[in-house]
């Protein structure tokens, strides 16, 4: 009995702690974007920002800004911590127009759960529109400054880690082990 109640705390322990990979999004990611609005094309890290096929998918590079608008208005940054910074590139205070921003992002281990902004930015609207898609807009955007920023957290559900997974297998055979071992005795 003892055995079983270690067991059970231990598995209980294993689903709601650090055993969990954290959530973000991995580098490498692929990242399909759109742009409606003031600019209709997205012009990506991966082809030199050039307007060209394919532009709009990019791979999530750590330390790099992914995105410009076609406009040139405004600069997309992705952090592997699931941070999406937006910047303004006008060198005015004032984004004028629309813009409507949606990413979709492939080989994600987990599902996107929430899309929050972080820094309690005014007149952005934020939506998660699938499990790897997420959507913003905004129009006529004040960002303070000529080359200011806002920012918005990706949250990812948690996915095990394949070795937290074996031993947790390992345990429950255990368990069913000695379960087996004490009906036959």
Do not use: C
Request: charged share 15%; glycine share 14%.
């Amino acid at each position: 009995m003892k055995m079983r109640k270690t067991l059970a705390v231990a598995a209980a322990a294993w689903l709601l702690g650090p055993s969990a990979l954290a959530d973000g999004l991995p580098a490498g990611t692929l990242i399909t974007g759109q742009v409606s609005g003031a600019s209709s094309v997205l012009l990506g890290l991966d082809h030199g920002f050039a307007d060209e096929a394919g532009s709009n998918i990019v791979a999530l590079a750590a330390a790099e800004l992914e995105f410009l608008t076609g406009d040139y208005a405004l600069g997309l940054d992705f952090g592997t911590d699931g941070r999406l910074e937006v910047m303004n590139n006008t060198g005015t205070p004032l984004v004028p127009g629309s813009y409507t921003l949606s990413f979709e992002f492939s080989g994600l281990a987990g599902e996107i759960t929430a899309f929050t902004l972080l820094d309690g930015a005014s007149g952005v609207t934020l939506q998660v529109l699938g499990p790897r898609t997420v959507s913003l807009s905004f129009s006529d955007r004040g960002f303070g400054s000529g080359y200011g920023s806002f920012v918005a957290q990706i949250s990812v559900s948690p996915v095990p880690e394949p070795v937290s997974l074996a031993l947790m297998g390992a345990g429950l055979a255990l368990l069913a082990g000695l379960r087996r071992a004490r009906r036959s005795a």
